[in-house]
């Protein structure tokens, strides 16, 4: 039979679908990237906000259109939605054949095999030891560059807004040997970068084997590999970390570390384990270890009972760090957290869009002098590709995740890695000029 997937939400969510497909395969499955020649349609979902969900309703029922056409495909959804629905979603969906939680894709062909005959399914089981380290992962839509090697699954730091450790179950972490082998395949087959992933990768601990050794191992492993991580966590990244990081050339110098608030009376409620000072002294121990390091965050505004002070705070943290670059959010209620029982989501809808719009063109002015302060520097860039505008260009990133995008030059591939000076840059883009070696 012929599958065709399509994966929202996360790495993890790409990660998995790799997985997924990987399974698939060993059992005969064909994976297909045109839907209309599919005969089962997989759609790998996102809970982690409202609109996440809306959009995978959206898709569903479009794929409800196409099985009126031909009635014998079958639709699964997979991944958090799965989970934190479960025969709901069997019951409002009347397209979909069957539901299959992170946890159980061992299962998918069998399920599959079953719904095939007549019947729907719903499987959802969390586990505390699945890891998928035994499954090589097929990665289906790949530049043949830069692969996801997933280290950890699931999250117990229970931050009080997220549905994640409902959804995804206990932390659990991969062996380093397994993870080795996975780069090593990715190696193999020419890939220049990996990104090591987990909810909270800081908290990795396989045996003795904490996230700073496993890193160190694999920078010292694979010296011509470039490594990325992501995410770290503001209460658990280690000083051993650092000094990791600061002493191998193939890890790349940027940091993800999600502050959500600059209010100290916002992280508590949030459960984030932090204070404001805390988080500011780490940046601060980061930069001294890794002056050229870029850091990146992710912002929530409105959380329940946040106040002009408490946003004012966020600004003003914003500022003080001046981050790289940020993802940012209003709050939305997950049904099951522990805001959604105890706390009240009570910052109106047009406050929260108001201060997100400021959260926004604050980061908007602190990216651009992010930008301008790499005008005139040279960096190593991976060739990933051609730039989005044009053949003319290529566009690859510099160790710090920043894009750059310079003119093609003869002989360099993609997968290359070339020097290039920064000249100039848009709202979203450093752009430069090679130079030749
Ligand atoms: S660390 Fe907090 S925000 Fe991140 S996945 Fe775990 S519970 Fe969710």
Known sequence: ???????????????????????????????????????????????????????????????????????????????????????????????????????????????????????????????????????????????????????????????????????????????????????????NNQYKEVTLIGQNVDSYLYKDISFSQLLKIVAQEFPNIRIRFSTNHPKDMSNSLLEVMATYPNICKHVHLPVQSGSNKMLQLMNRGYTREQYLKLIENIRKNIPDVAISTDIMVGFCDENEDDHRQTLSLMKEVGYDFAFMFKYSERSGTYAAKYLKDNVPEKEKIRRLNEVIALQNELSYKSKQQDVGKTFEVLVEGYSKKSKKQLMGRNSQNKVIVFDVMDNVIFGDFVKVNVESFTSATLIGKMIKS
């Open 1 to 187: 039979m012929k599958f065709y997937i399509e994966t929202y939400g996360c790495q993890m969510n790409v990660a998995d679908s790799e997985v997924v497909t990987a399974i698939l395969q060993k059992h005969g499955y064909i994976l297909v990237n045109n839907i209309d020649e599919a005969e089962i349609i997989l759609v790998n979902t996102c809970s982690i906000r409202e609109n996440a969900e809306t959009r995978v309703r959206g898709r569903i029922k479009v794929f409800q259109q196409i099985k009126k056409q031909k009635q014998q495909i079958k639709i699964g959804v997979l991944g958090c939605m799965a989970e934190r629905l479960k025969d709901q979603l069997l019951e409002q969906e009347v397209a979909v054949d069957l539901v299959v939680g992170p946890d159980s894709y061992k299962k998918l062909p069998y399920i599959i095999d079953n719904v095939v005959s007549g019947s729907k399914k719903v499987e959802t089981e969390l586990s505390k030891e699945e890891t998928y380290e035994d499954i090589l992962p097929y990665r289906y839509e790949t530049n043949g560059i830069s692969a996801f090697v997933s280290i950890t699954r699931g999250c117990q730091n229970y931050c009080s807004y997220c549905i994640v450790p409902y959804v995804r179950g206990v932390e659990r972490s991969r062996s380093p040997e397994s993870i080795i082998n996975e780069i090593r395949e990715l190696k």
